[in-house]
């Protein structure tokens, strides 16, 4: 050992022999320091040396990985690639430099490395086998695999959210209704076709403007900005249902808008979502069926429930304003007898014709109901005296009295009609109407086609 602790000129001057030794000791000294993965194969690919870091590597010592192969330590398919590389560079003599190639192990993950791989030769120039450098390049692989996937995932997100783009516009410039965002100022920011032909602006017309700017009706507007100050001030949503004069049909449409807090990524609210649709359609269906719930569906008259409800506010009415009201009862006579003669479908036509004349002798604030069957009552608010009382009763037995006539169809008809008054508040509507269907009866036992007043 010390004829190689010597200055450099005692290295010069070493033999042959004893320069082989120094190299020998020299590679041992540096393999058994190195951390690196350094290894010798012979002709048949067996480790014959290797450094500290490859023999910890693999999970052994350096002298147990000598005479080892790939064929002890990797997965078939990774050891064969090794030794088809390894005999290449021994029948060639060509190196494989920086070849980069992932480990298979079993029992932990695979590593990837980066291994340069040298023709072995001995003094003579023979190759007796090779050496090869590996460096464990797994991070950066994994990180270049990963910037990868996230590249190839944001390209895919980037066609989603293109493709939801062009499906959100699609529905936005198909949809019947109208869709607008607003700013904190209630001004336009967007606008969809639909809103663009409801308001008859575009939308580079409409940005940066508010409904009153453009000219929103003032009875729409007074439930239109207080609702989308709400949703701006609470961050919750609002339905709101209004009407809007249509210019071209002179009538009304109505709308009801959905209004939602529109928010930034952070939360914050920065605005309106609107989303609006004509209801005018439903809006008729409701009323229809609202006075279908209220009128006679054979006179259109009021319904029982109608008239019992308006007796009750005329009554309250009595409070404010005293005043005298007059109940009329109005009853067919022999009604049944005309039925039975002429069918029904006849003795409906006589009804809706008597309901015709009892209307067009009523005062426009008078309320002209059907009880059902033949029976019809008369409210008249407000009338002056009995003998103006009486002088209503006469005219409704005259007109009621002329006869039915339909085409050669001539039919003789009459009715009794009763009336009970009252300017008591308190009364109530059932014990008004009894009163006058009392009075009704006794003008049809007195002989009908008469008018009787009640008394008290």
């Known amino acids: 050992m010390e004829m190689f602790e010597g200055s450099k000129?005692?290295?010069?001057?070493?033999?042959?022999a004893d320069a082989s030794a120094f190299d020998d000791l020299y590679s041992r000294n540096?393999?058994?320091?190195?951390?690196?993965?350094?290894?010798?194969?012979?002709?048949?690919?067996?480790?014959?040396?290797?450094?500290?870091?490859?023999?910890?590597?693999?999970?052994?010592t350096q002298d147990e990985m000598i005479g080892l192969t790939d064929f002890d330590l990797f997965d078939v398919s990774h050891a064969r690639a090794a030794f088809a590389d390894e005999q290449?560079?021994?029948?060639?003599?060509?190196?494989?430099?920086?070849?980069?190639?992932?480990?298979?192990?079993?029992?932990?993950?695979?590593?990837?490395?980066?291994?340069?791989?040298?023709?072995?030769?001995?003094?003579?120039?023979?190759?007796?086998?090779?050496?090869?450098?590996?460096?464990?390049?797994?991070?950066?692989?994994l990180a270049e695999q990963e910037s990868a996937r996230l590249a190839l995932a944001t390209q895919a997100t980037n066609r989603r959210l293109k493709e939801v783009e062009a499906q959100l516009r699609s529905v936005l410039d198909g949809s019947t209704d109208t869709i607008?965002?607003?700013?904190?100022?209630?001004?336009?920011?967007?606008?969809?076709?639909?809103?663009e032909r409801l308001r008859g602006l575009r939308l580079d017309q409409l940005r940066r403007r508010t409904d009153r700017e453009i000219g929103m009706q003032e009875h729409a507007l007074a439930l239109w900005e207080p609702a989308l100050r709400r949703v701006i001030a609470t961050g919750r949503p609002e339905q709101v249902e209004f009407w809007l004069t249509d210019e071209s049909s002179e009538g009304q449409r109505w709308h009801h808008t959905t209004l939602?807090?529109?928010?930034?990524?952070?939360?914050?609210?920065?605005?309106?979502?609107?989303?609006?649709?004509?209801?005018?359609?439903?809006?008729?269906?409701?009323?229809?069926?609202?006075?279908?719930?209220?009128?006679?569906?054979l006179t259109g008259l009021a319904n029982r429930h109608l008239l019992m409800k308006t007796i009750e506010q005329a009554l309250e009415r009595l409070h404010r304003a005293p005043r005298q009201h007059v109940l009329f009862f109005v009853d067919v006579d022999n009604f049944k007898s005309i039925n039975d003669t002429y069918g029904h479908d006849r003795g409906d036509k006589v009804l809706v014709q008597l309901a015709d004349r009892l209307t067009g002798l009523a005062r426009r604030d008078d309320t002209v109901a059907r009880l059902g069957g033949d029976e019809f009552v008369v409210l008249c608010e407000g009338v002056s005296n009995l003998a103006h009382v009486r002088d209503i009763g006469d005219r409704f037995v005259a007109a009621l009295s002329e006869p039915y006539r339909d085409g050669t169809t001539t039919i003789e008809v009459s009715a009794s009609v009763g009336a009970a008054m009252t300017d008591d508040p308190a009364s109530s509507p059932s014990d008004l109407l009894s009163r006058a269907d009392g009075a009704m009866y006794l003008a049809k036992t007195n002989g009908r086609n008469q008018f009787h007043l009640r008394d008290g």
């Open 9 to 16: 000129e005692s290295v010069d001057s070493l033999t042959p």
């Open 30 to 60: 540096l393999l058994n320091a190195a951390e690196e993965v350094i290894y010798f194969k012979d002709l048949e690919s067996r480790f014959v040396r290797v450094s500290l870091g490859c023999a910890q590597l693999h999970r052994r």
């Open 88 to 141: 290449e560079i021994i029948r060639t003599g060509e190196a494989v430099v920086n070849k980069e190639e992932r480990e298979r192990w079993s029992g932990r993950p695979d590593t990837w490395v980066a291994s340069s791989k040298f023709p072995f030769r001995d003094p003579d120039g023979t190759i007796t086998g090779t050496f090869g450098i590996s460096r464990d390049v797994t991070r950066r692989v």
């Open 180 to 195: 607008a965002r607003y700013d904190l100022a209630l001004r336009y920011r967007y606008i969809n076709p639909a809103g």
């Open 260 to 297: 939602a807090a529109d928010r930034e990524p952070g939360g914050a609210v920065v605005g309106v979502l609107a989303s609006t649709r004509d209801i005018t359609e439903l809006k008729l269906a409701e009323q229809a069926l609202a006075h279908q719930a209220m009128h006679d569906h």
